[in-house]
C-alpha cells in the first residue's frame, strides 16, 4: 500500500501542492460488553481507508476516501488540493513549515506481544469478560450491577509524504474493565472498578495482578469497602492523589492546555508562559509516544500522523514550562522543534494537535512515605469523570479515598469530589512517589473538537498536595 500512497504524494505535487501527506489506515475494532447476565454489545468493525492532506502556501485541505480504487483515491487528493488552493487566497492565518529528513519506519516500530488479539477467537475474550464478572460477584455484596467489557483495536498504519518519509507500523491496544454497583442500606449506590489496558498482547492478562479474577475480585471488594465508607468532607486539605488520577490531572488539566493549536490562536493560558514558573519544583509533566511498556505500561506510538517520530518532550521541568506540544505548522510558527504530537482518530480526519502519553515524573518518596508525610488529609484513588474548563478549571470525581490522621489511613470515604485549577494546584504539588505507572486502553480515550474518541496514555506516580479542595456532601 506504501506504492499506492508514494503516488498520491506524486498526483498532489503535479497539481501543485508545496507539500503532501498521504494516510492508510487498515484497523479492526472489537468491543464486548456484558451487564449482569445479558450480554449487550459484541461487536467488530473495521476501520479502513486513506487520508489525504495537502498543503499550498502554508494552508492545508483535507479529504478522505474508504475506496481502494486508485481513481476514488486520485479523486480524494484533486479535492484535498482544491480545497488547499481556495483556502490560501484568503486564509489570515497560514501554518506554512520545513522540510525534514525522510524518515523510514523499521521493524522494531511495530510492538512485540506473545499472544496478539487476533490470534484468539471471540469465545477466549468472551470468557475473560466472564471470569471477571463471575469473581467480582464472589467478592462483592448488595451487588445491583455489575459489567464486564473487553475492547481491542489493532492493525497497520502507513504514511508517504513530500519528505521521502514512508512509515509503516502496526497499532494495538487491549482492555479489560470490570464495573461494580452496590447499594448501601439507607439506598445509595456505590463504586468499584478496576481496569487495565494499554499495547498489551491478551498473556499479559494471565499475570496474577491482572487475571480476570484478581481484577473482578478488587472490583467486588472495592465496591464492598464502599457500602460502609464514610462521606467526603468538605474544605481543603492535604491529598495523596493515586496514579490514575494524577494521570487525568496531567492529561484533561495541563495536557489540553499545552496543545499548541490552542496555544498558537491565544486560547491557552499556556500562551507566551515558555520560562515562567507555573509550578513547583516537584511538578514535572512530560509527554512521549514510546515508553517503557513492560516497566510502566502505556500505549505505544512510534511516529505520529505527519511521520515525526514521537520523541520525549518535557512539557513542564520542575515547574517551568518548557515546550509545547506540536504538529509541523505549528512549531514553526512558535520556533520549536515538532513533537509527534500531530494525530488523527482515523483517516476520516485531518491530524491536529494531540497527546500520547502524558504523565508527571516521579519522585523520591515511598508510598509509606508520602503517607506520613501527608499527616491529616484525603488519599484519593482513581476518577469516575469531571468536567475541566479552557482555562484550567477542573472538577474531578474520584472513585474513592481514604481519611488518613497523623500519617495513618483511618477508614473508607466516598463522594471524593475535587476541584481547583491546574496553575494554582501545581504551584502546591510537594512531592512524589518512587513508582511510575501508565493507563491506557480501549474505552475512554480522549475527545477533542469532532475527533472522539482517541486512544491515549496518561499516569504518573502518586502526588501529595497541599490545599486540595474537596467538595463532600452536607
Same mark, same amino acid.
Given at each position: 500500500?506504501?506504492?499506492?500512497?508514494?503516488?498520491?504524494?506524486?498526483?498532489?505535487?503535479?497539481?501543485?501542492?508545496?507539500?503532501?501527506?498521504?494516510?492508510?489506515?487498515?484497523?479492526?475494532?472489537?468491543?464486548?460488553?456484558?451487564?449482569?447476565?445479558?450480554?449487550?454489545?459484541?461487536?467488530?468493525?473495521? /476501520?479502513?481507508?486513506?487520508?489525504?492532506?495537502?498543503?499550498?502556501?502554508?494552508?492545508?485541505?483535507?479529504?478522505?476516501?474508504?475506496?481502494? @480504487?486508485?481513481?476514488?483515491?486520485?479523486?480524494?487528493?484533486?479535492?484535498?488540493?482544491?480545497?488547499? $488552493?481556495?483556502?490560501?487566497?484568503?486564509?489570515?492565518?497560514?501554518?506554512?513549515?520545513?522540510?525534514?529528513?525522510?524518515?523510514?519506519?523499521? $521493524?522494531?516500530?511495530?510492538?512485540?506481544?506473545?499472544?496478539?488479539? /487476533?490470534?484468539?477467537?471471540?469465545?477466549? #475474550?468472551?470468557?475473560?469478560?466472564?471470569?471477571?464478572?463471575?469473581?467480582?460477584?464472589?467478592?462483592?455484596?448488595?451487588?445491583?450491577?455489575?459489567?464486564?467489557?473487553?475492547?481491542?483495536?489493532?492493525?497497520?498504519?502507513?504514511?508517504?509524504?513530500?519528505?521521502?518519509?514512508?512509515?509503516?507500523?502496526?497499532?494495538?491496544?487491549?482492555?479489560?474493565?470490570?464495573?461494580?454497583?452496590? #447499594?448501601?442500606?439507607?439506598?445509595?449506590?456505590?463504586?468499584?472498578?478496576?481496569?487495565?489496558?494499554?499495547?498489551?498482547?491478551?498473556?499479559?492478562?494471565?499475570?496474577? @495482578?491482572?487475571?480476570?479474577?484478581?481484577?473482578? @475480585?478488587?472490583?467486588?471488594?472495592?465496591?464492598? @469497602?464502599?457500602?460502609?465508607?464514610?462521606?467526603?468532607?468538605?474544605?481543603?486539605?492535604?491529598?495523596?492523589?493515586?496514579?490514575?488520577?494524577?494521570?487525568?490531572?496531567?492529561?484533561?488539566?495541563?495536557?489540553?492546555?499545552?496543545?499548541?493549536?490552542?496555544?498558537?490562536?491565544?486560547?491557552?493560558?499556556?500562551?507566551?508562559?515558555?520560562?515562567?514558573?507555573?509550578?513547583?519544583?516537584?511538578?514535572?509533566?512530560?509527554?512521549?509516544?514510546?515508553?517503557?511498556?513492560?516497566?510502566?505500561?502505556?500505549?505505544?506510538?512510534?511516529?505520529?500522523?505527519?511521520?515525526?517520530?514521537?520523541?520525549?518532550?518535557?512539557?513542564?521541568? #520542575?515547574?517551568?514550562?518548557?515546550?509545547?506540544?506540536?504538529?509541523?505548522?505549528?512549531?514553526? $510558527?512558535?520556533?520549536?522543534?515538532?513533537?509527534?504530537?500531530?494525530?488523527?482518530?482515523?483517516?476520516?480526519?485531518?491530524?491536529?494537535? /494531540?497527546?500520547?502519553?502524558?504523565?508527571?515524573?516521579?519522585?523520591?518518596?515511598?508510598?509509606?512515605?508520602?503517607?506520613?508525610?501527608?499527616?491529616?488529609?484525603?488519599?484519593?484513588?482513581?476518577?469516575?469523570?469531571?468536567?475541566?474548563?479552557?482555562?484550567?478549571?477542573?472538577?474531578?470525581?474520584?472513585? /474513592?479515598?481514604?481519611?488518613?490522621?497523623?500519617?495513618?489511613?483511618?477508614?473508607?470515604?466516598?463522594?471524593?469530589?475535587?476541584?481547583?485549577?491546574?496553575?494554582?494546584?501545581?504551584?502546591?504539588?510537594?512531592?512524589?512517589?518512587?513508582?511510575?505507572?501508565?493507563?491506557?486502553?480501549?474505552?475512554?480515550?480522549?475527545?477533542?473538537?469532532?475527533?472522539?474518541?482517541?486512544?491515549?496514555?496518561?499516569?504518573?506516580?502518586?502526588?501529595?498536595?497541599?490545599?486540595?479542595?474537596?467538595?463532600?456532601?452536607?
Amino acid at each position: 500500500m506504501l506504492d499506492e500512497l508514494q503516488k498520491c504524494v506524486r498526483i498532489g505535487e503535479d497539481l501543485g501542492a508545496d507539500f503532501v501527506e498521504a494516510r492508510y489506515d487498515d484497523l479492526t475494532l472489537r468491543a464486548l460488553q456484558r451487564v449482569n447476565d445479558i450480554w449487550q454489545d459484541i461487536q467488530v468493525k473495521s /476501520r479502513m481507508g486513506f487520508g489525504i492532506n495537502v498543503y499550498v502556501d502554508g494552508v492545508s485541505g483535507f479529504s478522505f476516501t474508504a475506496s481502494k @480504487e486508485m481513481s476514488d483515491v486520485r479523486v480524494a487528493v484533486e479535492k484535498a488540493y482544491k480545497l488547499a $488552493k481556495a483556502s490560501s487566497k484568503s486564509a489570515k492565518f497560514k501554518l506554512p513549515f520545513d522540510e525534514a529528513p525522510a524518515v523510514t519506519s523499521k $521493524k522494531s516500530d511495530t510492538p512485540t506481544v506473545k499472544t496478539h488479539p /487476533r490470534d484468539r477467537e471471540l469465545d477466549y #475474550k468472551i470468557d475473560l469478560v466472564n471470569r471477571a464478572i463471575e469473581s467480582a460477584r464472589d467478592a462483592g455484596e448488595n451487588i445491583r450491577t455489575v459489567r464486564g467489557l473487553w475492547g481491542e483495536l489493532y492493525g497497520p498504519k502507513m504514511l508517504a509524504n513530500s519528505d521521502g518519509t514512508n512509515v509503516n507500523w502496526e497499532f494495538l491496544v487491549s482492555d479489560l474493565r470490570i464495573l461494580v454497583n452496590s #447499594k448501601t442500606d439507607a439506598g445509595a449506590l456505590v463504586v468499584g472498578a478496576e481496569s487495565h489496558g494499554g499495547t498489551f498482547g491478551l498473556e499479559e492478562y494471565e499475570k496474577d @495482578e491482572y487475571t480476570p479474577e484478581k481484577m473482578g @475480585e478488587t472490583a467486588g471488594l472495592n465496591a464492598k @469497602e464502599q457500602l460502609k465508607a464514610k462521606a467526603c468532607p468538605a474544605g481543603k486539605f492535604r491529598a495523596l492523589a493515586e496514579e490514575t488520577l494524577v494521570g487525568v490531572l496531567a492529561h484533561e488539566s495541563f495536557g489540553h492546555l499545552s496543545e499548541a493549536d490552542f496555544v498558537v490562536t491565544g486560547g491557552s493560558p499556556l500562551t507566551d508562559k515558555i520560562g515562567h514558573t507555573l509550578g513547583s519544583e516537584h511538578a514535572s509533566i512530560v509527554d512521549g509516544g514510546i515508553p517503557d511498556i513492560k516497566k510502566h505500561g502505556g500505549l505505544w506510538l512510534p511516529y505520529d500522523d505527519q511521520g515525526i517520530a514521537t520523541r520525549q518532550t518535557t512539557v513542564l521541568d #520542575k515547574g517551568v514550562l518548557q515546550h509545547y506540544l506540536h504538529n509541523r505548522g505549528t512549531a514553526k $510558527k512558535l520556533q520549536q522543534q515538532p513533537t509527534g504530537n500531530a494525530r488523527a482518530v482515523s483517516f476520516v480526519f485531518p491530524p491536529i494537535p /494531540r497527546m500520547t502519553n502524558t504523565y508527571f515524573l516521579p519522585g523520591d518518596l515511598t508510598k509509606e512515605e508520602a503517607i506520613e508525610q501527608l499527616g491529616t488529609g484525603i488519599y484519593a484513588i482513581q476518577t469516575s469523570g469531571g468536567q475541566v474548563e479552557d482555562d484550567g478549571s477542573f472538577v474531578f470525581i474520584a472513585v /474513592r479515598g481514604y481519611w488518613v490522621e497523623n500519617g495513618e489511613i483511618q477508614y473508607p470515604i466516598r463522594e471524593v469530589a475535587l476541584s481547583g485549577n491546574i496553575l494554582d494546584l501545581l504551584s502546591k504539588v510537594e512531592g512524589g512517589t518512587k513508582n511510575l505507572k501508565l493507563i491506557s486502553g480501549y474505552f475512554g480515550g480522549c475527545g477533542k473538537g469532532d475527533q472522539q474518541r482517541l486512544p491515549v496514555g496518561m499516569g504518573g506516580p502518586e502526588l501529595l498536595i497541599n490545599e486540595v479542595t474537596f467538595g463532600g456532601k452536607a
